[in-house]
């Protein structure tokens, strides 16, 4: 599985049933996000991400639309955004057996966030 994660292909696995030629597409939407919305990344378990977002309706439909689509390849992702107390956050999950396809998720959010900090 972790072959594919270092993304020459981006953080895919190889369980990602997303056609190969687009996976690179999917992995620059997901960049794209990280670079306008990231503002913070946190590690609370081993198996958890939480991404604090920017707080627009914007971004917000963007990260709903896109990480519902990613479902639909990466079946074992479990994605929450919640809006609540003035923010909005993207908290993503995975099983212990795909922990690193979230190492890897959690590398490309900081490092696309750090470009516009």
């Known amino acids: ?16 049933t997303l056609p190969t030629a687009e996976q690179p597409l999917r992995v620059a939407e997901f960049d794209a996000l990280f670079a ?41 992702f479990t994605f929450t955004l919640t809006i609540a107390d003035g923010r909005l956050s993207l908290e993503v999950r995975v099983p212990p057996e795909h922990v690193d396809v979230l190492d890897a998720l959690g590398t490309r959010a900081v490092a696309e966030a750090g470009r516009t900090a």
């Open 36 to 76: 306008d919305a990231v503002r913070g990344v946190a590690r609370p378990e081993r198996t958890r991400l939480r991404l604090d977002l920017v707080l627009s309706p914007e971004h917000a439909a963007r990260a709903a639309e896109l990480t519902a689509r990613e479902n639909g390849c990466c079946s074992f």
């Open 1 to 16: 599985m972790t072959q594919d994660i270092a993304f020459g292909r981006g953080w895919a696995p190889a369980a990602c």
